[in-house]
């Protein structure tokens, strides 16, 4: 059964009484479309009144949905000749992060993403979309095999963050995380990331240092978790929506902050609606944004991503500081 967000219910609702009379009508021969187009209309009113003023709570609980498509959905959807590579050839494989090559519009691409699962199975398979570092360090494989072979990159970003167990950091998280953002930062070839659920802390940024970073419209980005945020600044994760609102997580604040290059559209009931509607519209987005990189050089492409990061961030200057 579908999951419904606390908020959309009330639409479900109205949609469920539409269902039952449109069912009656057929059943008994009965002519109720009044009543039936009356109810369309209380929907419709209702359903611009709540999606045309989401919060960033809502729209945080929007990326995280269950139903939405993850990272394996958009390359069976968008990509031809998908074809998966395993492991970090030191001896460890991490299912929370998928590698391969495949083609994009005819062009022979690498794609790497977040995997979350859609069941308790799969989700402990996937580790909820946590990777360890041997994830990050398949990552960098497959990012050094497109540099060989001048393939531009693809990555899709859902993850609520690089796994914190004592494991993982035993391992070499961090390090892992931070070879993955400096070498990324010196490919010589296209990388354009895609947001499309979680963008969750350092986690996100290990497969997030792109020549354009897209979010999708209910996607969110964020250095720590609502939640998270709140247990440290108000001691109680309740507090999650008035973090998620300080934060300026949302697609419309990466945007307007420079961190996010555009929005992707979503059906507007949210991605997790409509699938095919949302994977045309990345797809467009990302043709485009191909077409673009693609007629720069390396040399131009590495610069073009050094400039990009640079010019994140605001400085204010205080009148009458001393100097």
Same mark, same amino acid.
């Given at each position: ?130 990777? #360890?570092? &041997? $994830?990050?360090?398949? =990552? ?5 095999? /497109? +540099?060989?072979?001048? @393939? ?84 109680? #994760?309740? &507090? $999650?929506?008035?973090? =998620? ?5 949302? /697609? +419309?604040?990466?945007? @307007? ?67």
């Amino acid at each position: 059964m579908d999951l419904i967000l606390d908020f959309e219910r009330p639409l479900m609702e109205l949609y469920k009484r539409i269902d039952s009379l449109v069912a009656l009508q057929e059943a008994e021969g009965l002519d109720l479309s009044a009543s039936i187009q009356q109810l369309h209309q209380q929907a419709e009113r209702l359903h611009r009144q709540i999606f045309s003023a989401l919060t960033p709570w809502q729209r945080a609980l929007l990326s995280r949905h269950p139903r939405r498509p993850y990272s394996l959905d958009y390359i069976q959807a968008l990509f031809t000749e998908w074809m998966e590579l395993h492991g970090d050839r030191a001896g460890h494989d991490d299912a929370a992060i998928v590698t391969g090559l495949a083609r994009f519009h005819e062009r022979p691409v690498a794609v790497i993403g977040h995997q979350k699962g859609r069941n308790t199975k799969e989700n402990l398979h996937r580790n909820f979309g946590m990777p #360890r570092p &041997e $994830g990050y360090r398949k =990552a960098l494989r497959i990012m050094q095999l /497109a +540099e060989r072979y001048r @393939r531009p990159i693809l990555t899709f970003i859902d993850t609520p963050g690089a796994y914190p167990g004592v494991d993982a950091e035993a391992r070499g998280q961090a390090e892992a995380i931070a070879r993955n953002i400096m070498e990324m930062s010196a490919l010589t070839v296209p990388v354009i990331c895609v947001v499309i659920g979680e963008g969750g802390s350092g986690g996100a940024l290990a497969v997030g240092v792109g020549n354009r970073v897209l979010m999708m419209e209910n996607a969110i980005y964020s250095v720590i978790s609502p939640e998270g945020c709140a247990a440290i600044l108000w001691r109680d #994760r309740a &507090e $999650g929506p008035k973090a =998620a609102e300080a934060l300026r997580i949302t /697609a +419309e604040d990466c945007h @307007r902050f420079g961190v996010a290059d555009e929005i992707v559209p979503e059906p507007s009931c949210g991605a997790h609606r409509d699938h095919q509607v949302t994977f045309e519209n990345l797809d467009a987005a990302l043709a485009r944004h191909l077409d673009e990189l693609s007629a720069l050089d390396g040399p131009t492409l590495r610069q073009d991503r050094y400039d990009r990061y640079r010019q994140l961030g605001t400085v204010l200057e205080m009148v009458g500081a001393p100097a």
